[in-house]
Structures are given as C-alpha cells and as structure tokens.
C-alpha cells in the first residue's frame, strides 16, 4: 500500500464535537480523567468513557482488567447507537488545526489525519526514535481488539514539503466540521475532505517522501504492528494493516523543553556540588529564573537560588545522540556527579514538562521535595530526524510536545 492512505473515520456526529473531544488518555491519571466526567459537570459523551473505560467501573478497579477492555467496547457502542459517534460513507482525509493561544506563543500547526501503513513502520520508513515498554504495548494492543478500532492517534512529522504543505492548507478552508476549545485553552479544528481526486494528490504527494517520523505515540505504532501481524497470521488484516496517524510539517511542530529534578546531591553539600559542576560547566550565579537561550545552556535551581550553567564548548560531539542537551546533562553531571546512569529506573529522578514552567521547578525544590532542579533547552526535531535517521533512540524524556492532539475527533475503525 502507499505510504499513507484515505479512510472512513468515525467522528462526533454534528453539533457533538464539543461533547465527545477529550484529553488524550494518557495525560490523565483514572482519577483526574474520573473527576472531569463524573464531577460538577456531568460528560455522558466524552471520549474518555472509551479511551480510559476504568471511570466508569469501581475506583479501586485495575486499569488493565478485562473488564476495562469490555466496558470500552460497551461504551463505544452505546455511542454508535446514540447517534454521538458516526462513522463517514467513504475514505477521507482530514485536516487537523492545533492552535495555542498567545500567552504560550500563538502557535498554529495544521496537519494531516490518515491512515499510515504499518508495513512502512515494520520496514523503518516511518521512523522510531524511542524504545517502547511491553506492558505498555500490551495494553494498546489489547484495546484495539476490544474495540476492534484504534482511537488514539500517532503524531508524525513529514520533512519539507511544498506541495503537501499547500495541499494540507487547502482542505483548510471554510467552516470545519468541528472546532472545539479545550479546558486548557486550545483549539481543534477539522475539515473533511471527499474529492477522490484531490485525495489522490495528497497520497502521491507523500508517496515521494523518504520518510515519516513518529513525533509521539510509539506504543500505539508498535501496539498497530502486532495486531497486524496477529489478523495477517489468519488470512484477516484488512485494514488492520494501517495506524491512525496526525502527520504535521517539521517545522510547524512544537517541543517544549524536559526538565529534570532530583531528589539529593549524592551526599554532597551546595558548595562541593557547584565545584563539580565547575569541572565540566562555566557555573554563573542569576539573579532571575533562567531559561536556557541555546543548546549546551541549562539553567540550575538550589533552594533559593538561579545558576546558569554553559557547558564547556570542547564537550559537543557529532554523534546525533551524544549531542542532545539532554544527553549531555547527564553524561557530564547526573551520572558522574549525582550519580544517576538510568533513567527509566532511579528513583531519585523526575521529570517536568516545560509547558508547567519554570516556576513548577522552584517549587519542588523550595518545598523540600527535591535538591535540585535543571531546565533545558528544547531538543529540536531536526535533531529527533537525526537520530532516527541514524537508527539510534533518544534518551528517556528528551520531548515534550505541544499542543496535544484531542481523543475522539477522528478514530480509525477496522473492518
């Protein structure tokens, strides 16, 4: 099949957008996501009556029971049969618009929703930059078959392109099918487009790419893969062999800073610890928070105080992961200083998405939470294509993007 395809979403019917649109699942905690339906306000239609089906089971229930599975599929077809959710009469692409408000930049992506093939996932053209966590795999995977759908869509990115950029923009026009403002300030729009003729420029148009590249959503991509490869084992892949998928431009796409508190010093006190720093860094005390202006920059929280770390020049290197900022963070001062090699297990380390703020790493350390707190500069996505390109992965939490795409506004169902 071609690199991207066409398909029959299933969307909120007219006028239910707004009900149906929900945080991606797995941004919310069972509570946080069992509160916002079931609190003050009641959401009988939120996608989060599917994508985190636990809510409407007992609190103490686990998140990957059966039963969670079961009432997902349950909820999915009460809203088929609500008429909430309805599925389009034949293949379509769709134009996604995020747009953040000023405060946080003013920042608008548009991109594209289609099915993307798996066999170019298997084959490496749609390009992994991250290692996936079976548990986590499991559960996607055992969603997709409860549902016999995948709705939680993967975040591509396409290197340049004029033409599908121009092709994008004019499925962009006029009034959207939907146009929902979330809670937390940003907008979703969709417009659908049916001309088979344009539908077969825009798939040509990324037939000619050499690549995609997963943005966010390695579990779901991989969960995609091994439900294809399951139904192919029994002559039943269908349209099993393609996964929803956002595909925005490069360059439009957004990542925040990843930054990181740890628990102590290593047994060190303030001083020795600034000292060690000083081995590797140019250490500067500031007078106000600092956020980092470029790469090889951090900034430093102690308890009370600001420190601009610039790290020394001779220590960049040309390998594509070596070279991350957060790569150099820790091969200079986590693991040689403070002691901690692995992300993904040690305890002592957390990590905080830049869209809290800088404030939010003030505050773990001056409650006593934390010791220290280190803000980054962004790893910027031609450095993500870099490191997929080199079939290298990233280090645990080198991105953070935003906005999020919203759950339930297109889902891609399996025939």
Not at 145 to 168: C, H, R
Not at 373 to 400: G, I
Request: charged letters at 20%.
């Amino acid at each position: 099949m071609s690199l991207i395809r066409a398909f029959r979403g299933l969307r909120p019917a007219a006028g239910q957008a707004d009900a149906v649109a929900a945080p991606p699942y797995d941004v919310l905690s069972s509570a946080e996501a069992r509160a916002m339906v079931h609190g003050a306000t009641s959401k009988p239609w939120s996608f989060l009556h599917i994508s985190k089906a636990e809510i409407d089971l007992p609190p103490e229930i686990d998140p990957h029971d059966p039963a969670v599975y079961a009432k997902a599929a349950e909820n999915l077809t009460r809203m088929l049969a609500a008429g909430v959710l309805a599925r389009d009469d034949a293949p379509c692409y769709y134009a996604y618009r995020l747009t953040m408000p000023g405060e946080r930049g003013n920042h608008v992506q548009t991109g594209l929703v289609a099915a993307a093939s798996v066999a170019d996932y298997d084959s490496n053209r749609i390009r992994k930059h991250e290692f996936t966590r079976p548990d986590k795999e499991d559960d996607r995977v055992r969603q997709i078959e409860a549902l016999n759908a995948q709705t939680g869509p993967v975040l591509l990115a396409y290197p340049a392109s004029s033409a599908a950029d121009k092709l994008i923009d004019a499925i962009a026009q006029g009034a959207p099918a939907a146009d929902v403002t979330a809670a937390d300030g940003i907008r979703h729009q969709i417009w659908v487009l049916t001309d088979a003729v344009r539908i077969a420029a825009i798939t040509q148009a990324f037939d000619a790419m050499p690549a995609l590249y997963i943005a966010d959503g390695h579990h779901r991509s991989a969960a995609a893969s091994r439900v294809a490869a399951a139904r192919r084992q029994h002559g039943a892949a269908s349209s099993a062999d393609a996964f929803l998928a956002v595909i925005f431009p490069h360059h439009q796409m957004k990542i925040l800073d990843y930054n990181r508190v740890v628990k102590d010093l290593n047994g060190l006190s303030t001083d020795a610890f600034l000292v060690r720093l000083g081995e590797k860094f140019l250490v500067s005390p500031a007078c106000d928070a600092v956020k980092p202006c470029c790469p090889g920059e951090f900034g430093l929280y102690l308890p009370g105080r600001w420190y601009r770390l610039n790290i020394d020049p001779k220590l960049f290197v040309a390998d594509p992961v070596a070279n991350l900022d957060v790569s150099l963070l820790s091969e200079h001062a986590l693991g040689p200083i403070l002691g901690i090699t692995d992300l993904r297990r040690d305890k002592r380390i957390d990590f905080v998405g830049g869209i809290r703020g800088l404030a939010e790493l003030a505050k773990h350390v001056d409650s006593g939470e934390m010791a220290a707190a280190f803000a980054l500069y962004p790893t910027r996505m031609d450095q993500l294509m870099a490191v997929a390109d080199s079939n290298n992965v990233m280090p645990p939490k080198s991105t953070w993007f935003e906005p999020k795409l919203a759950d339930g506004l297109v889902s891609h169902m399996l025939d």
